[in-house]
């Protein structure tokens, strides 16, 4: 019962930075996780970062790790990714996520349409 849209994606150099956005709508429940997904040509979709209702945890990925920062604004209903330092295989095709609860470990059941991020080397 929740509509999510992603945003921000984009053609960069190696090195360069974006920022990704996840806007919310439509929700039913007080509070939901997010998380940040992706999936490159040919390989199945991974998870990459997520965050829960308060902002208070996160979790990255070992591979985006030092790179990626997840946060969240609940007052715009908006989450974001700003994806620093990209590489060549950060290309994919990223999807924000959503659960209902405050936690981050769980099934995600609501799901945008993608963003296309492609790093050329």
């Known amino acids: 019962q929740v509509q999510l849209v992603e945003s921000g994606g984009g053609l960069v150099q190696a090195g360069g930075s974006l920022r990704l956005s996840c806007a919310a709508s439509g929700r039913t429940f007080s509070s939901y996780a997010m998380a940040w997904f992706r999936q490159a040509p040919g390989k199945e979709r991974e998870f990459v970062a997520a965050i829960s209702w308060r902002g208070v945890s996160t979790y990255n990925v070992d591979s985006v790790k030092g790179r990626f920062t997840i946060s969240r604004d609940n007052a715009k209903n908006t989450m974001y990714l700003q994806m620093n330092s990209l590489k060549p295989e950060d290309t994919a095709v990223y999807y924000c996520?959503?659960?209902?609860?405050?936690?981050?470990?769980?099934?995600?059941?609501?799901w945008g349409q993608g963003t296309q991020v492609t790093v050329s080397s």
């Open positions: 996520a959503a659960r209902s609860g405050d936690y981050i470990v769980g099934s995600y059941s609501y």
